[in-house]
Every structure is written in structure tokens, then in C-alpha cells.
């Protein structure tokens, strides 16, 4: 047998030599490059090709969106845009196909550019049909030259702008702009989605350097750190297809008091050191750092994100301090604009529920008031929460900041309390205007364009006998004159405010104010049901606070009279001429909309504005 193990040995060996010089470098082609098949990758996002393992071949890869070849055995790719692509290995010399793979190219989500600790977010989920409601719905709003300054002092909404405008494009339309904070940072940071990475740099350091900021240095990864006027410094640096700019909160001094100037509002690190240049460093490596989905799959906003419908702009916040340890868990809205109208709506997400569960009537005086208020305001809260809302939890900084507040003013904080435990939780409010009064004041009176209307106002009572000693109290403590009139049932204080007659009725469930002119050629009806025709199934009912401003019915009601007892016909036409021209230079709102309600789990908030149509 030994004979034949020494035959096999030396066919072994011989085919070991065979196999070396066939993939040694003589025969580098018998060995394929690896492109790795098909796959989908986010835009900006780096994705390598080929292989690390020894002897691969080095090729040249074409990634087929229009960008440089790269050479290597193993190379790391970054798409910056959406779309399907074919990548190919080609041979160094040649354009022989050695392997290719078809790469799906989607964009990166903005939550995912967002660090998943985040306390606050603003942002669109992609520029495209997104920003351009937003710019129209401000300019009509404020004015295109007033709307694009305003929108240009955000950080980074400048280059946006710019894209809009037709110029360079260099953002990337399929992904989102945004603003968020982090936890111990007391400022603010950017976001972008870009295509072209240096040439969004070098636009934004340009719009910088206009602004008045100044180039420190730049780094070889990217980075540029400027400094402000100020002397507060900014980072801009590029990370996986977005562009973000780190801004810190700066202090501007307004008399003996501080204000803090910010894009975002955050309430951060109380006390905390300025930021300085280490700091931002420590920023950007938190988010260049990052892996996973970032902000997108945390389960909060996950939960939250099903309670809304979809928009334009969206916002996301966690519940701190005060809020967080009165169970407020956190915050989604979401804000759609269409033409001349804005619809915004959120959800509050609690760990208990909202008001302790308890509930208060509806609004007696909307079933049954004088058609045609140009403004509501409908509250039905648990009085003890409604004194949470106003003045901040017992024991809270909050209330002890009212309670001081008030001491200043005048008012006792425990006359006020005992005030409020008189109520029963429901309140209403209704204004109405008189064309009529208003031009018989502006042409034969002090001709001042002064209101004239009506307000109305009821609460609810548990106990009437603070209330009246309140009412009593205050009205002698201003020296104000008032006639009291005891009735069986009720008690009417009489006075004059502005000129106007005032009339407080108490009763033993009922605060009733009448304030102004007479309502006596207004017919009466359920005002309740229709501002819930007009604006939602649920407002203006038991346990929301509802809101309206008509100011569009405002503005018919002084288009109408034709005559006015009392006025000089040819006089009338000359005053409502005026008084359309003064109105024309308000911001054109038309209505405004406001309504919240608790439900399972939380509350729900809607708003709505509309604008006078061209």
C-alpha cells in the first residue's frame, strides 16, 4: 500500500501548485469582483461594494448617477440622490462588465437624521410640495417681503428659499428640513437635506458671512466653525445626505430683564455654561455618532403619530418639568395647509387622564343667545383644573410667580381661590358688533374709530355669595360707581365701563354680564349647534374649550348699512370707504378656530385660520 499513499501525496501536491498559479497574479481574472447583489439604500447614506478578503481584484466601480468613477478592490459609495441605479465593476482598462447589482436609492428620512433623545422636533418630512404651502400661506398672510425675511432668519431656510427660486439646486427636494433640541444643550440645531454637500457648505457659510458671521477655521472631514458678531459660535458640518448647523441660545439684554432669542424654544440645562466650540464639537459627534432610526421608531412618537392625521409640518416634544410630573407624557401636531386656509391639529399624550376624569357642564347661554357673535369662547373645565390652567399647580413655581403677581396688582390670591371654587367650571363668552353705533360714533361723535357692540358673558355658580362679594369689592376698590338692585331671585350691579352700560346679574347658579348696546333686534336661537355646523361635530360642547373670532363677518357687518338713523346720508359712504381702507392694511385673517378636548389617553387640540380670498 506505502506505493500508492506516495503516488497520492505527489498528485496533491501537483494540484495545490495547479490551483496557486491559477489565482496568483498571472490569472487575477479567474477571481470576480463582488458587487453584492441588488438592495435598496437611503440617499447619503455611505454603502460599500467589493470585497475586503485577500487577492480580490481591484476594478473600477461605476455607480451610475453620474458621479466619478472610483478605483479598488473595496470602495464606500454615498448616493446623493433618490432613484434606481446600476452599479458595475468594470475592469480597470477596460469596459468589460465584471459584476454589477441594481441599487434602489430612497430618501432618508428626517427622523432618522434626528437623534432619537431629541426633547423637541420642528420639521417636513420632505421639501417637495411641503415648504411651498407654508412660504404662499405666509406671504399672503404677512406680505411676500416681510414673509421671506422672516423665513430667511431661520438657519438654513435660506438655502431652501433659494431652491424655490429656481437657483443651483443643491437640497434635496425628497427629504426633510428640520429643527430639534438635545438634552444639555441650550440652543438649537438644523437640518438639511442636501444633494451636493460642498456646495451647500460653501452657500450656507456665504449666507453666514452676510449675516455678519465669520470663519474660524475648517475642518478636512467637512466641519466649518464661524462665529457671530456676538462672539457665540456656530458649527455647520455635513453627515449622511444632511447638512446640520448647531446653533447655541444667545442673550440680549431689554432694560433689567433677559430674553432669549431661539428658533426653538427648549428649556434645557438650568444654569448651564455657555456653549463654546468644545461643546458643539460634543454635538456633532453625538450625531455623526448615531446608528439605528434615530428619532423615527421611538416608541413615543410612534404611539403619537398615529393619533393625527398627516401634514406639512409636524411637531414632536416631550413633556419636562412641570408637565412631565403631572403625567403629561409628550406632544405631536401636525400643521396642513391648503390655499388660504391652515388646519393644525395635536395630540397630548397623558399617563392619566387629563382633569382627574372630571368633567363640567356645557354652556347654558349657547343654547339659547342672539344670533350672529363675531367671536366665542365656550370653557367647560373642572373649576380646580381651570385654576391649574391660570395660575400653575399648588406647591408649582408657577404659582407662586401668579400668586406674587397678583399681590402686586391689587388682588388677595386667596380671594381669588375661594373665587374660583364659587365656579361650576362652565364659561361663555359671546361678542357682538353694532355697525350702526360704531358710525354714529366715528361721524357724530368723537369720530374715533371706537367699537361698539355687545359682550356677553355667563358662568356657572356653586356659590353665589363670593362671587357678589368679590364683584362688590373690586368695583369700590377701583372707586368706580355702581348701583346695586336686589331682587327675589337675583342681584344686578349696575355701572358704566368705557362709556358703555354694564349689568352683572347673580343669581344663585349664574354669573350673567351684559355689556354695551342692546341685543333686543337680534333673534335668539341654539348659537351652539351652529358653530358646531360650521366648525366641528364636537366644539362648543361639555368638556372642551372652544374659540372663534369671525372676523370676516366683522368686516360684512360694516360693508352693510346703507343708512344709519341719524347720519347724514351723503356722510355714510365717505366713512365706510375709510374705515374698508383701514381695514385692508390688518393682516387679511378672515377666521380663526380653536377648540381642545380631553379624551382616552390624553387631549386632543384642533385651530384652524382662514384668509380673506383675493
Known sequence: MEPHVRVSLRALTAFFLVSVALVGPGCRRAVKPEAGGDRTVEAGVPEGFGSEARGAPEVRWDFGDG????????????????????????????????????????????????????EVALFFPQLRGNVEPLVDFSARLMGEAQARRSLEEAPLLSLVLSDLRGQPRVVDPEEGVGFFSLPGFEGTVALLGVTETQAALDAVVKELESGGAGVVRREPEGSVHLQRESGAPLLLFPDRGYLYLVVPDTEESDGAETVRAQVVKVQAQVGGAPADATTLEAIRARITGMSGPGLSEVPLLTELRSKVGAGNVHLFARAEGEEASSGIRGLWAALKVDGGRAD???????????????????????????????????????????????????????????????????????????????????????????????????????????????????????????????????????????????????????????????????????????????????????????????????????????????????????????????????????????????????????????????????????????????
Do not use: C
Not at 88 to 113: I, W
Not at 516 to 528: C, I, K, Q, T
Not at 579 to 607: C, I, K, M, S, Y
Open 344 to 614: 393644525l391639529e395635536g395630540w397630548v399624550a397623558s399617563e392619566q387622564s387629563l382633569f382627574d376624569g372630571k368633567s363640567a357642564p356645557g354652556s347654558e347661554l349657547l343654547g339659547k343667545a342672539p344670533a350672529g357673535p363675531f367671536a366665542a369662547l365656550m370653557v367647560s373645565i373642572p373649576p380646580e383644573e381651570l385654576a391649574k390652567l391660570v395660575f400653575g399647580a399648588p406647591g408649582s413655581e408657577r404659582r407662586a410667580r401668579t400668586q406674587q403677581r397678583l399681590l402686586g396688582e391689587g388682588f388677595d390670591a386667596s380671594e381669588v381661590d375661594g373665587l374660583l371654587g364659587a365656579l361650576r367650571g362652565d364659561l361663555t363668552l359671546l361678542a357682538y358688533f353694532d355697525a350702526a353705533a360704531f358710525y354714529r360714533n366715528f361721524i357724530r361723535g368723537n369720530r374715533r374709530p371706537e367699537p361698539r357692540g355687545t359682550l356677553l358673558f355667563q358662568a356657572g355658580l356653586v356659590r353665589s355669595e363670593p362671587v357678589l362679594d368679590w364683584l362688590t369689592k373690586r368695583l369700590q376698590a377701583r372707586g368706580q360707581p355702581f348701583e346695586v338692585v336686589k331682587g327675589a331671585d337675583a342681584t344686578r350691579l349696575r355701572t358704566r365701563v368705557m362709556e358703555q352700560p354694564v349689568e352683572l346679574t347673580i343669581s344663585a347658579d349664574r354669573l350673567t354680564m351684559h355689556g354695551g348696546e342692546s341685543l333686543a333686534a337680534r333673534a335668539s336661537g341654539d348659537v351652539g349647534a351652529a358653530l358646531r355646523e360650521r366648525f366641528d361635530a364636537q366644539a362648543f360642547t361639555p368638556g372642551h374649550l372652544s374659540a372663534m373670532v369671525d372676523v370676516g363677518r366683522l368686516r360684512a357687518e360694516l360693508d352693510a348699512p346703507q343708512e344709519v338713523p341719524g347720519v347724514p346720508s351723503q356722510q355714510l359712504p365717505v366713512a365706510r370707504s375709510l374705515v374698508g381702507t383701514l381695514l385692508d392694511q390688518l393682516p387679511p385673517v378672515e377666521l380663526v378656530f380653536l377648540d381642545f378636548a380631553p379624551e382616552q389617553g390624553g387631549g386632543r387640540f384642533r385651530a384652524r385660520t382662514q384668509l380673506r380670498s383675493r
Open 67 to 118: 458621479t466619478p468613477p472610483q478605483k479598488g478592490a473595496r470602495v464606500s459609495h454615498a448616493f446623493p440622490r433618490a432613484g434606481t441605479f446600476t452599479v458595475r465593476a468594470l475592469e480597470e482598462d477596460k469596459d468589460e462588465v465584471l459584476a454589477s447589482a441594481t441599487v434602489t436609492v430612497v430618501p432618508r428620512p428626517v427622523l432618522r437624521a434626528i437623534p432619537a433623545d431629541a
